[in-house]
T-cell receptor, first 113, second 118 residues
Framework: DQQVKQNSPSLSVQEGRISILNCDYTNSMFDYFLWYKKYPAEGPTFLIS?????DKNEDGRFTVFLNKSAKHLSLHIVPSQPGDSAVYFC????????????FGKGTKLSVKP | DTGVSQDPRHKITKRGQNVTFRCDPI?????LYWYRQTLGQGPEFLTY????????KSRLLSDRFSAERPKGSFSTLEIQRTEQGDSAMYLC????????????????FGPGTRLTVL
């Protein structure tokens, strides 16, 4: 039973436009959420996080939104750049997970010039 | 600033052999995590340490898997009697947990060790 779900395996966006990646979770006890970016043959790279006490966190071109009532979070990338092409993973911790992260399956983002 | 390093980056072994992977965390980080990632999946948690104490190991995939962090610095993950199903990317992450208890913290990952079992 997946506690963190990324229902879109892939997303294609034109350079300069907004990329929106979505993530849903089932455990209401999760209290910390993170987004990671992963290139092939490399480890995940931390992008941005949000605590459950907030509903938005922004860092440069990246903004994460959290909707606790819907158990949904999203990552917005504006403007999208070709170098953003990678697999993006949503992760959550808390709720008895003992500090370890529970990941979704990832969404492959392709940003076309 | 040195990130998390893992060695080796790639390992090819024959079924039944033992393998050991090493992880060096970011120097001031007190927590160290091991994950496994297979194709098309997100990383799956295996075990973690706070300093030298292994605080969670029930997620290790079988008793063939073991991990150590003897001095609270680097860690090793050993797989005994490897099977073809062990082929995966093994990822290490570290974090700095402040205070006591289970605290949300940001984990930073190494490049991973790609294991292929023939």
């Amino acid at each position: 039973d997946q506690q963190v779900k990324q229902n879109s395996p892939s997303l294609s966006v034109q350079e300069g436009r907004i990329s929106i990646l979505n993530c849903d979770y089932t455990n209401s006890m999760f209290d910390y959420f993170l987004w990671y970016k992963k290139y092939p043959a490399e480890g995940p790279t931390f992008l941005i996080s949000i605590s459950s006490i907030k509903d938005k966190n922004e860092d440069g071109r990246f903004t994460v939104f959290l909707n606790k009532s819907a158990k949904h979070l999203s990552l917005h990338i504006v403007p999208s750049q070709p170098g953003d092409s990678a697999v993006y993973f949503c992760a959550a911790s808390g709720g008895g997970s003992q500090g370890n992260l529970i990941f979704g399956k990832g969404t492959k983002l392709s940003v076309k010039p | 600033d040195t990130g998390v390093s893992q060695d080796p980056r790639h390992k090819i072994t024959k079924r039944g052999q033992n393998v050991t992977f090493r992880c060096d965390p970011i120097s001031e980080h007190n927590r160290l995590y091991w994950y496994r990632q297979t194709l098309g999946q997100g990383p799956e948690f295996l075990t973690y340490f706070q300093n030298e104490a292994q605080l969670e190991k029930s997620r290790l995939l079988s008793d063939r898997f073991s991990a150590e962090r003897p001095k609270g610095s680097f860690s090793t993950l050993e797989i005994q009697r490897t099977e073809q199903g062990d082929s995966a990317m093994y990822l290490c992450a570290s974090s700095l947990a402040r205070g006591g208890g289970v605290i949300a913290d940001t984990q930073y990952f190494g490049p991973g060790t790609r294991l292929t079992v023939l």
